[in-house]
Structures are given as C-alpha cells and as structure tokens.
C-alpha cells in the first residue's frame, strides 16, 4: 500500500465569470521515504493539489470529484472533525512565503507548542522542550524559542516553517515553494536538510516548485503538471534524462545548464492556458510544433512508456 | 518599547502642544477689531474681568512681550479670569473635570467592551443576522447627531415611562436618608448620559473591530492556524483578535477629540455639571477667557490620550517593543 | 490625442453610473439624495414658509392636525414648512462648507504629495496638527469668535474639515507621480504646476468626488450641531435650529415629538443617503472593497 494516493482529483474554482478548472483529474502516489516532486508553471494547479489534500481551499475552492488516500483511508469521505484530528499529524504543509504564514505577535516557539498540546496532548513545558528539539534538529539556536518572527532572518524562518511542520511527526509533508523566496546559498542550506530528514524521520515529502534544479537535488519521483492535468510522471532520472513529453522537454530546455553551452535559453512559445474554457483535446497543443489534428481534438490519457514512467501525448516521445 | 520609539514620541508630543500654544494665543486674537473692544462690548465683562485681561494679554506692550507674558502666565496657572463666575478660569475648569470624566469614562469602557464583542461575532459570523442587525445599528448612529439620541432617550425614559430623571448630577435639593440612597439617586442621573454615549461609541468600535478583524482573518498566518487543527473559535481568539487589538487602541486612543465632541452634546442636553456643559455655558455667554481656557485644557488632554496610547501601542506590539 | 481621450472618458461614465446603478447602496443613496434635492430647490417655492410670521398664543406647540400636518413649533409655525424650508439651508451649508474643505485639501494633498519633500512635511505636520485639534471645541470657539451668520457658519466648517481630505489625496498623488506618464512629462520639461492640473489631478479626482461625498455628510451634522448649540444663523430656519428650539422650549419633556423628531429624523435620512453613496463610489473605484 501506497502512503498516498490521489485518484482523479477535480478541484474546481467558482468565480463570477464561470468555473475555474485548476485541478481536471489529477492522479499521482506518494510512498513512504520518498520525494515527489511536483513541477509546472505558475497556475498549472500543483499549489492546488497540495491545498486540497490539506482542505485548505479558499471558500470559492471546491473538490469536485476525486480520492485522496492516506494510508487507504480516503480523507475526502472523513467527517469535519475527523479530519481536523488528522491536521498536521498525518498532514502538515511548509508554506510558501514563512515571512507571512507566522503570526507577527506570538512568540515562535508558542506557534509550534501549540500544535503539540493540541494533538500529542502535551502540557507546555513538555510542549515547549519537544520544541527546543524541534530547533535543534532544523539547526536554530534553541534559546531562540521565546523570540518573535520578526526577528529571524527569511531563511531562519523557513527552518522555524519546517519545525514546525514536523512537529507532531506527520506521515506526509507538503513543501509548498519552500525555498523560492530565499537566496541560493540558503536554498541549498534548507534542502540539505530536508535531505537529512528525509533519511532520519520515514516521512513522505511532496514538494512543489518551479524550479528544476530543486528537483534534481532531492525528488526521487517527478510530477510535470500543465494546465491542471499531469502531462508526464516518472523518476527524477527519466524525467531529466529520458523525458517523453514535449512541455517537459521545453522545461527542462528553458533551464539553464552550467555545464551545457553558454546560449540562450529557449523560452516557450505562448500564453498560459485559460482554465474557464481550457484548449480542446491536449492542453498543450496550442504551443506544441508538432501538435496535429488528433492532439487537438482528442484528449490524451496517461500511458505507461516504461518503469515507473507515464506520459500523457499522443506521440509519446516520438519526437524528443 | 524601543528607547528611540518613546524619544521620538515625546517630542512629537511636546512639538504639538506648543503648535496649540501659539495658536490659541493667536486665535482669541483674530477677532474682528481690537479684541478689548468687543471684549468691552459683551454685558458680562465686569471692569475687573476686563483689567484681568488686559494683564494677562498685555494689550499695552509689543506683541512678543504680550506672548511672553501669555507663556509665562500658562505656567503659572493662570488662565485669566471667568467673566461668567468671577473666578479664576483654572479654578472654574478644575471643579468641572470630574463628573466628565466619570460620565466618559464609563461610557468609553462599557462601549470598548461591548463594541469589541459584537465586533468579533459580526466578523466571525460575516453576512448572517448578527453582523447585518450591527452594521445597521452602527450606520444609524453614526447618522445621527448625538444630541438628537439624546433628546430621543429622554423622551422615552424620562417623559414617557418616567424611569430616569432628566437633568443633573443629583436630584436637586434632595435629602438623603443614608449615603446609599444618594448613590442610588445619582446613579440614576448617571445613566441616561452615559448610554447616550456608549450608544454612540458602541457603533463606532463595533464597525471598527469587525473591519480589522475581517482584515487580518485574510492573512496568511490564519490559514497556519487553521492548517494546524484548530477550530474557527481558537483561531479567531487566540491569532486573530492579537492581531487586531492593535489598530483598535490606536485609534481608539486617537477618536478621543470625537469623544470630547460628543460630551458636549451629552452634557448640554442632561444639564451634566462636566466640561462639555461648562464649554457651552462659556459659549453661551460669550466667556472668553473661559473659552480659550476649557479649549486649550482639551487639546492637552487629546494629546496627552495619544501619547499614552502610543506608549500602549509600544509596549504591546513585540515589533517595536526592545 | 484629443480625440482619444473623449473617446475614452464618456464610456467610463456611462460604464460608472451604470456599477453605480447596480450597486443596492448606490441606488439607495441616490434616491434619497435627489429627494432632498428636489425637496430643496422646489419645495419652498410650492410650500412657502416665514420664519417670521408666528402663530397666536393658542396656536404654540399643536399635536399634529388637517391644518398643520407636522403641528406647530413653540412660535406657533408650522413644523413642515419649517422643515422643507431647512432643507434647503442644511443642503446648502453643508455642500458648500464641504467645496472649501474639498478644495483646501485636494491643493495642499496634491502640493504635498509632488513636492514630497520639504514643503510636503511641512504641509503635512500642518495637516497633522489639524486632525489631533478636537473638531467640536474647535468649530465651536472659531463660530464665536467670527459670528454667527450663514456664510461664516460655512467658512468655519469648510475650514476644519480639510485635514482628512488632504491626507488622502496626498497618498494618492504620491501613487499617481510614480506612473511612466509623470516622468515623461517631467522630461519634456513641463513645468510642476502644469503637471499637477493637468495630469495628477484628473488621476486623483475620482477619490476625490468620493471623499466629498462622505465629507458631505460630517458637514451637515457639523451645522446641525453648531446650529443646536446656539451658533446657528438665529435667521435660517435650518434642522439644526428647529432643534435647537425644540430643546430651548423643552418640547421634549412636554412630548412635542412633532417638534423635535422631524428635523432628527431629515438629519439622520440626509446623512445615510451621502453614506450610502459615498461606500458605493469607494466599491467601484476600489473592488477590492466589494462584499464589505
């Protein structure tokens, strides 16, 4: 068994012009011990899966149809208060921009004992110690507890982000941009760390970026998402090395490598996909140079192309 | 708080306080004509209230000799003498200060509680019939001229059901039994003011504690909150309502000019033996170096509420505490 | 480029009174605003009142009747006419005592805003020493010290109610100076003032029309106050004298409500209507208010 499952996840958006389609069957597994690294642009719906799995969605957000299965339960059917038990034990999330997701008037320490006494049913002071832990594991001075967010540096406040969401030892962490807003020497500071704890604690990680050189440091399996479908899902070496799918090549093309020759990356042709009335047949056709009539008519399915490896195009590689 | 944060407060203060200085002077001097004219013109004026003037404006020197002698008679106390009462001004203003602030005071405390409950529950029930019915009630009175309210209370309670009485501190040449009846009968004069008052206040801070904290229920650090497990009256409580506190005695701290406007009114119309009433008086009769006086002694004291609320604020918020 | 530009500005009106027309607050501080209006302009020519003219000894204080529809006051005058007779005053106070304030503030917020500087926080701790002064006790020894006739009732509120103004208008400007066109005209070396007329002010004038709306309204409740305690213009038959009447002759502890809660009553339907407005022009120009 699978430590998570989502199953044909539809997430949709009410808004005044009509139904937004972030998330359109959306499928991928999570096993323990290991890094799924979900990819794509911004607004291709990854953020949004993350927020569904969590139930954090706005109040305009709605999960349509779909299954999300945590260790074969699926959270989706659970009562309000079943799942609120489940928050943060079995799923916890690393947010995007710690500069805002911690409350400027509670002191740091508080934020996370909190969580501890509400669902391990620590007392404060035992609370407040497993927090001293928590510091020291993510490598910040433990006397530290008692200060404010504003006093910590952009980067402290990411590891103060991850304490905290591993605070009562989840099952699965959904990392959420975590090292977009920080410089590169931090950034590799933070995913050196999620790398040891990855080792140390048998957690499930899923982290969601942008960034591809993230991902080759530390994901063993990869997401590409496009416009709230999963276009291409493999390990991190097939994805890099033997991608099938044309926005994924464009991706890791648009990248640049410092190995590589010293040109200019090529960008993608095109706009971002409307998500009210998204393309016909494959999402991608409108900015694929080998989209023909069947790509622009017929959706494609994920097929599998070789172990652990799917693709959603009709061509499945042909071309790259 | 920070050393600079209360350096700099202080001196903000001070420079505001001797702006007003220099503009009350200059204020009372405006005046249409030379000011002993018309000054000579109003029936109040006795010949020792207008030699009292003449002395504490200097009227025969050079204009800054005048205001060095203005400065120098502030602090020594001297505020001329009321043409109304034949006292000191300080003196008239000094035997007023209590019922005020007793009357604003519990006004302000009992609105301040009120307004920050019903503001909570109409955020936190957005939409529904608690935040509509105190939404309409805040926009009503804030429509209204608070002296009209007013008249509205007395005529229900005093006139009609005859519940409270209509004017002034105590029932006027009443023997009391015992001290507890006289406490009794004022605090039924106290009432009808000091709901006036709180009525007024209490849509003021309702409205202005429901918009921050439906502000601060749309910043990132809820949704943590929320993601950790806890309930809607947890997160409201213990992270958000923190967080809008902070605004909240700021700007309380800084409505109370408004205030001060709405004694006035309430003390005119329940004949209240406080400032506001003494200001009308003053204004009635044309008294004025009594004028310049309450005006001057009011302003302190906004300064002053700002100041302390500006200290509040310092030593509240972790972000600019040391 | 003439051209462009009324091309583009009628759509925006229309495309404006029509969200304007949508809104429920819009429509509902439209229609009470115009009533009074009209009430205004055409009410006392069709129901003439005389201030001056008052009733006999029997006719002081009458409940309402077939022959005085709102009773009488404690001069013996009919209350109605009375009050549509105010309307006319109250609006007029009130609109043209909230154009000074207008006027003042948008100038010195739009000075302070360009000239950021020196002469802005100059103007600004002007501003500033304005909105700590307490605005009653202010009105109120200002009102005693000019006079109490119609246009200086108008100049003292006009004078004490800029400060608010001048703040907001002042943080746009320094929004709108930000914008490319700003520094293209600059470039070409326009001079300031024409810089400010021609290009920051119809930027900042929407804000502008919605401020006043909203200052409108503090406007009539500032002469209904004035006016209540004693420093109304004693010849103007505005709500705030009636009141001021009313409580002189101590209608309320008679029980003459004809008397005193109809003036209250135009006060409070006056003031929501500019309210109502003045929150449905701040939703269209800012939708991030919307749903408050």
Redesign the interface.
């Known amino acids: 068994m699978e430590l998570l499952e989502v199953k044909n996840l539809k997430t949709y958006f009410k808004t005044q012009k009509g139904m937004v389609k972030a998330v359109d069957g959306v499928s991928y597994s999570l096993d323990y011990g290991k890094v799924l690294g979900l990819v794509g642009e911004s607004g291709c719906g990854k953020t949004t899966t993350a927020l569904s799995i969590?139930k954090?969605l706005p109040p305009e957000g709605e999960i349509v149809s779909g299954e999300i299965l945590l260790e074969g339960e699926d959270l989706l059917k659970l009562s309000k208060n079943k799942f609120?038990?489940?928050?943060?034990?079995d799923v916890?999330?690393i947010?995007q921009?710690a500069m805002?997701?911690?409350?400027?008037?509670?002191k740091v320490g508080l934020q996370i004992a909190?969580?501890l006494m509400?669902?391990e049913k620590l007392t404060y002071k035992q609370a407040m110690n497993r927090t001293k832990e928590l510091f020291k594991l993510v490598e910040i001075d433990e006397n530290r507890v008692s200060n404010?967010p504003?006093e910590f540096s952009g980067g402290m406040k990411q590891r103060v982000m991850i304490a905290m969401a591993l605070a009562c030892n989840p099952k699965v962490v959904i990392g959420d941009e975590p090292t977009t807003a920080l410089d590169v020497m931090v950034q590799a500071q933070i995913l050196n760390l999620l790398e040891k704890l990855k080792k140390e604690i048998n957690m499930g990680l899923i982290l969601i970026t942008h960034d591809l050189s993230v991902l080759g440091e530390i994901c063993d399996n990869v997401c590409v998402m496009y416009a709230g479908k999963i276009v291409e899902n493999g390990t991190v070496e097939k994805i890099f090395n033997n991608h099938k799918h044309p926005y994924t090549h464009k991706l890791i093309k648009a990248f640049p490598n410092i190995h590589g020759e010293r040109k200019l990356s090529t960008s993608i042709p095109g706009n971002p996909p409307n998500l009210l009335t998204p393309p016909s047949g494959c999402r991608f056709h409108p900015r694929c140079e080998f989209a023909d009539e069947k790509c622009r008519t017929k959706e494609p399915e994920l097929n599998k192309v070789g172990d652990h490896h799917f693709v959603a195009c009709h061509y499945g590689g042909a071309f790259i | 708080m920070k050393r600079s944060y209360f350096i700099k407060k202080v001196f903000q203060a001070l420079l505001t306080i001797a702006a007003i200085l220099v503009f009350n002077y200059f204020l009372f001097r405006i005046m249409p004509g030379d000011p002993l004219q018309s000054l000579m013109r109003n029936p109040k004026a006795t010949p020792e209230a207008i030699e009292g003037l003449k002395k504490l404006y200097g009227l025969n020197y050079p204009w800054y000799v005048q205001f060095e002698i203005y400065i120098k008679n502030l602090f020594s106390g001297n505020l001329g003498m009321s043409f109304l009462y034949k006292q000191p001004v300080y003196e008239v203003i000094g035997s007023r200060v209590l019922p005020t602030v007793l009357m604003v005071g519990l006004a302000e405390i009992l609105a301040t509680i009120v307004g920050i409950v019903l503001g909570i529950l109409a955020a936190a029930r957005r939409g529904k019939a608690v935040d509509v019915a105190s939404l309409s009630f805040s926009l009503i009175t804030y429509s209204m001229p608070t002296f009209w309210l007013g008249i509205i209370l007395v005529s229900i309670f005093s006139v009609s059901l005859q519940l409270l009485p209509t004017t002034g501190l105590l029932t006027a040449g009443q023997s009391y039994s015992s001290t507890m009846s006289m406490l009794v009968d004022g605090i039924k004069h106290l009432i009808l003011p000091t709901l006036t008052m709180s009525l007024v206040l209490i849509g003021e801070y309702t409205l202005l504690m429901r918009n921050t904290l439906i502000d601060v229920l749309t910043e990132d650090y809820i949704t943590t909150a929320y993601a950790k497990g806890f309930n809607e009256d947890y997160v409201i409580k213990k992270h958000a309502v923190p967080n809008a506190m902070l605004p909240m005695i700021t700007i309380i701290a800084m409505n109370t000019g408004f205030v001060i406007g709405g004694a006035i009114q309430v003390e005119t119309i329940f004949s209240w033996p406080g400032i506001g009433r003494l200001m009308y008086d003053a204004l009635t009769a044309r008294d004025y170096p009594l004028l310049q006086g309450i005006f001057l002694m009011i302003t302190f004291a906004v300064i002053i509420a700002n100041l302390l609320a500006d200290f509040t604020y310092g030593y509240l918020d972790p972000r600019v505490k040391q | 480029m003439k051209d462009m530009k009324s091309k583009t500005k009628r759509p925006k009106l229309k495309k404006f009174l029509v969200s304007l027309r949508n809104s429920k607050m819009g429509t509902m501080g439209s229609v009470i605003l115009v009533f009074f209006l009209l009430l205004a302009i055409i009410g006392p020519i069709i129901y003439p009142f005389n201030p001056q003219v008052f009733g006999t000894g029997r006719e002081i204080l009458n409940s309402p009747s077939m022959h005085h529809l709102l009773g009488t006051d404690d001069m013996g005058r009919d209350v109605l006419g009375n009050l549509i007779a105010g309307s006319r005053i109250s609006l007029l106070v009130g609109i043209m005592a909230t154009l000074i304030s207008m006027i003042i503030g948008t100038v010195l917020g739009i000075l302070a805003g360009y000239y950021n500087k020196r002469i802005g926080s100059l103007i600004m701790q002007f501003t500033d020493f304005f909105l700590v002064i307490p605005w009653l006790p202010l009105m109120l020894v200002l009102a005693v010290i000019l006079g109490t006739s119609i246009w200086n009732i108008i100049l003292v509120i006009g004078l004490t109610g800029w400060a608010g103004t001048a703040r907001v208008v002042r943080a746009q400007t320094l929004s709108v100076k930000e914008r490319p066109f700003i520094e293209r005209a600059v470039a070409i070396g326009s001079s300031g003032r024409h810089i400010m007329v021609k290009h920051i002010l119809p930027n900042v004038f929407p804000l502008v029309f919605a401020n006043t709306i909203l200052v409108s309204a503090v406007a009539i409740l500032s002469e209904t106050t004035l006016s209540f305690l004693g420093l109304g213009d004693p010849t103007q038959p505005s709500w705030g004298m009636m009141l001021h009447y009313a409580f002189e002759s101590g209608a309320a502890s008679i029980g003459a409500y004809w008397f005193f809660i109809p003036p209250g009553l135009a006060v409070v339907l006056v003031v929501l209507g500019f309210t109502f407005l003045g929150y449905a022009f701040d939703e269209i120009l800012n939708p991030k208010l919307k749903g408050r």
């Not at chain 1, 609120?84 to 034990?89: A, E, G, L």
């Not at chain 1, 805002?100 to 509670?106: D, E, G, H, I």
Request: proline letters at 4%; aromatic letters at 12%.
């Open positions: 969590a954090l609120k038990r489940k928050r943060w034990k916890s999330i947010f921009g805002s997701a911690l409350n400027p008037v509670m909190e969580a509400l669902h404010y504003h």
